[in-house]
């Protein structure tokens, strides 16, 4: 398949995965998140210098095992950090969905885009408990700096696993701190992902910082929303 006839095809999945999550259906009924949440304070991280100084972006696409051609999400992308480097590190046969739940650092996202002509990167709005993703389309999942605020973690995590393709990795990056001050315990994030039947398969420090890498890859069935066992 050309690149241009799969960026269509990949387009047109958004556009149906869109229209599904805002098609009203009798909701099913997920745990409650039984933990702290932090909250969303901004859209950027840090600034892109002093992460390009700690070598960040190129460590995580390595440990990830990012490669030419792949098709990967960057999920609350905020001001594109990493989309942009996603997007030069798949290349011209890979794509790259950037996704953001707040409208307007979606529209800032798409204005950058846009600016730097990345024709193989696609903006979109999610929601705070689904991405919206098209299902089995991704190679590589990448939630950085931002799982800690998912308010609804079972429900996100439950619709973020049918985007993967068979092999297909979750990429998380956090800080190993509280919660409250906009970490994510390593322990607390296995338990909530093998709760969705995703098993953690690599980790590693990202020197510098107090932020870890982990990689998780379907391990299980993904269980009925009633059947899912939440953390204490």
Known sequence: MSTRAFGTLLL???ALASCRAETPTDAPRFPDARRDVAPIVS???STEDARDRLGEAELVMELAGVAPGMVVADIGAGEGYYTV???RAVGEEGRVLAQDIQRDVRDQLARRVQREDLENVAVRLG???DPRLPARSFDR???VHMYHEVAEPYEFLWHLRAGLKPGGQVIVVDADRPIKRHGMPPELLDCEF????LRRVSTAE???TQAYFA???IGGPRPAPEDIEPCS
């Not at 093998?194 to 039947?197: H, R």
Request: proline letters at 0%; charged letters at 10%; a negative charge.
């Open 194 to 197: 093998a709760a969705l039947g």
């Open 141 to 143: 999942i990448f939630l």
């Open 127 to 129: 929601a705070a408990n």
């Open 215 to 217: 990689a998780f890859e």
């Open 206 to 208: 990202i020197n510098g």
């Open 85 to 87: 480097r996603l997007a």
């Open 12 to 14: 047109a999945s958004l």
């Open 43 to 45: 859209d950027s991280f």
